[in-house]
Structures are given as C-alpha cells and as structure tokens.
Nanobody, 127 residues
Framework: QVQLVDSGGGMVQAGGSLRLSCKAS????????FSWFRRAPGQEREFVAL????????YYHDRAKGRFTVSKDSARNMVYLQMDHLTPEDTAVYYC????????????????????WGQGTQVTVSS
C-alpha cells in the first residue's frame, strides 16, 4: 500500500521561508497526483496546492498563489512545498495527500477525493 511521510515544518519569522517534503512509498506511484492541505486550530481543513501526475501541472489556493510552489521529484518519490514570504496566517499543520488518477483526470481540491495522507507537519510563523 502507498504511504506518505511529510516533514520540514518548523518556526519561522514573518517574511521567511520553509520547504516541506513528502516522501512517498509503495506501488504505482507514477499514477498519483499529490496535494498539500493545511488545518489551523479552530478552522476547517483547506486546500493549499496540488500537482498532477505525468507533466505535473500545478494549482494553488488564492492565498498561496505567488508565494508557494509545489514540485516533485518522481525519481526519488518526493513531493515538495516551497513556502516563501510566510505570514502568521500561514500557521497550521500541513498535510500531503495523494490519489491515484488517470492521465485525463480533472484535478481535485477536495480532501475527500484523496486516499493517502501524511501524518502532518507543524508550521508556525511569528510576527
């Protein structure tokens, strides 16, 4: 079965940067699209970014667009979220998530569509 382990969270000052990593293991990973979600205390889980299988098209929540970059290294089964210009509003637990798709599958920002999840990594941004 496919498993995900995410890491790279920590504490950073406003305006700083962090890079989160997600290590995937298991069969048929080339079929997977990957996304990052986050949950702040007392708030609903929200979509942050996704990257498709194959060519790796990317999509972002408006609050992440222009500041965050999702990428992957398929040869190493790694997915990354580079976060720049962080603000306190970015403070949350971040989760990577995966789902098996066909090449023509429409991208999904819906958490319920994802079948495999990392354990989460805390990101704290101070003002």
């Amino acid at each position: 079965q496919v498993q995900l382990v995410d890491s790279g969270g920590g504490m950073v000052q406003a305006g700083g940067s962090l890079r989160l990593s997600c290590k995937a293991s298991g069969p048929q990973l080339s079929r997977y699209a990957f996304s990052w979600f986050r949950r702040a205390p007392g708030q609903e889980r929200e979509f942050v970014a996704l990257i498709t299988r194959g060519s790796g098209s990317t999509y972002y929540h408006d609050r992440a667009k222009g500041r965050f970059t999702v990428s992957k290294d398929s040869a190493r089964n790694m997915v990354y979220l580079q976060m720049d210009h962080l603000t306190p509003e970015d403070t949350a637990v971040y989760y990577c998530a995966g789902r098996s798709t066909i090449l023509t599958a429409p991208p999904s920002r819906v958490a319920e569509d994802y079948t495999v999840w990392g354990q989460g990594t805390q990101v704290t941004v101070s003002s």
